[in-house]
């Protein structure tokens, strides 16, 4: 009897494939007291933006299961908390209470046992920062205990940047480490976190975290100290539009912030009075707005006196110019010199004081 060669191979191919191990799956069991919710809504980035699933939750206990291209910080948002959680392809495990989400117990991911641990190296600053945060509230209107406040508060972000450095450079293939340089990233200015950046791995730089961070990188490089503002143009509360460069020749702060923002509706007041203080020594604020409803726009300006130009094309995070300068986050400022030069970024509170004091002199 004759077999054909093409049966044999089909059927060779067929037994190899049977036994291939099937690759692991990612899945979630939670147990959450207090979790009052119907449904919950797990984000895993992808590309620019992220995939969302919904999943059914009763009596706080859900399941999920799906696949994790690689080892990274997902999300799980409910109706009052979100929980962050790296996640691969394995079997998690989450216990606790809602209330208390930074203390839930998650087993089950090797890369969530790596971020717990570094977060247990950094305890003691972070111990020494929310006792700081308490502090606040005692110091507003005393400048020169809030400026000694923030110094403080610096020195701690300084302390907790350097360990992070350190961690990198000793786990340079981490997806922990690749969090921690995104998190920079996202407020950091570009020359410090380039150098962070280039302590991952070559392989770590090949994910699609470490291109997303290098995609990020190239956009605040653009909006360095040290750089020519982009010029753009923008309408008024009125619709006129106005360009950037027409305060050139003034000290300009460009001030971006939104009507929903609490940060910012909360810095307004320091803003303001910095205007006040420093308007007649070659100085000016242009807000740009993160609004995307006009009257609500209109509204805040009015109510917290704002009396600066004020900037949108209410498209709110889509804002055309703040997608330019990479901005994810507000409230965030630029301090322009005359030529249009970015001197610095991130001033607020005392600070904000004490930089124009020194330059406005």
């Not at 610096?154 to 961690?167: G, T």
């Not at 976190?193 to 699609?208: F, G, H, W």
Request: aromatic content about 8%.
């Amino acid at each position: 009897m004759k077999i054909h060669t093409k049966l044999l191979s089909a059927a060779a191919l067929l037994a190899v494939a049977c036994h291939q191990p099937q690759q692991p799956a990612a899945s979630i069991t939670a147990t959450i007291t207090g979790l009052k919710d119907s449904v919950i809504y797990l984000s895993i980035p992808v590309a620019d933006s992220a995939k969302s699933d919904t999943v059914k939750v009763k009596d706080g206990q859900f399941t999920w299961t799906g696949k994790i291209e690689e080892p990274q910080k997902i999300y799980i948002m409910t109706s009052s908390r979100y929980i962050e959680l790296f996640m691969e392809n394995a079997a998690v495990t989450i216990k606790g209470n809602i209330d208390s989400v930074d203390q839930l117990q998650i087993t089950g991911s090797a890369s969530q046992d790596a971020y717990t641990a570094y977060q247990k190296s950094i305890e003691d600053l972070t111990a020494q920062r929310d006792t700081l945060y308490s502090k606040y509230q005692t110091v507003q209107g005393n400048d020169t205990a809030e400026l000694a406040l923030e110094n403080q508060i610096e020195a701690l972000r300084a302390q907790n940047r350097a360990r992070s450095v350190a961690y990198v450079k000793a786990h340079p293939e981490s997806p922990v480490s690749l969090s921690l340089v995104s998190d920079m990233a996202t407020f950091g200015e570009y020359a410090p976190v380039d150098s962070v950046y280039q302590l991952l791995s070559p392989a770590a730089r090949q994910t699609a975290v470490g291109k997303r961070i290098a995609a990020r990188l190239a956009v605040i490089k653009k909006s360095a100290i040290g750089q020519p503002m982009i010029d753009f143009t923008q309408a008024d509360v009125n619709g006129k539009p106005v360009r950037l460069s027409d305060f050139k020749g003034k000290y300009v702060l460009l001030d971006f912030w939104a009507s929903w923002c609490g940060p910012c509706r909360a810095e307004n007041p320091n803003v303001l009075k910095a205007y006040n203080k420093f308007k007649d020594k070659n100085f000016t604020v242009v807000g740009v707005s993160l609004d995307d409803k006009a009257d609500k726009w209109k509204e805040a300006i009015a109510k917290d006196g704002m009396p600066w130009m004020q900037l949108s094309d209410l498209k709110g995070f889509r804002n055309e110019v703040a997608r330019e300068y990479g901005i994810q986050a507000i409230p965030c400022s630029f301090l322009i010199d005359p030529q249009g030069i970015i001197i610095a970024k991130e001033l607020r509170g005392a600070k904000l004081h004490t930089a124009l004091a020194e330059i406005l002199k």
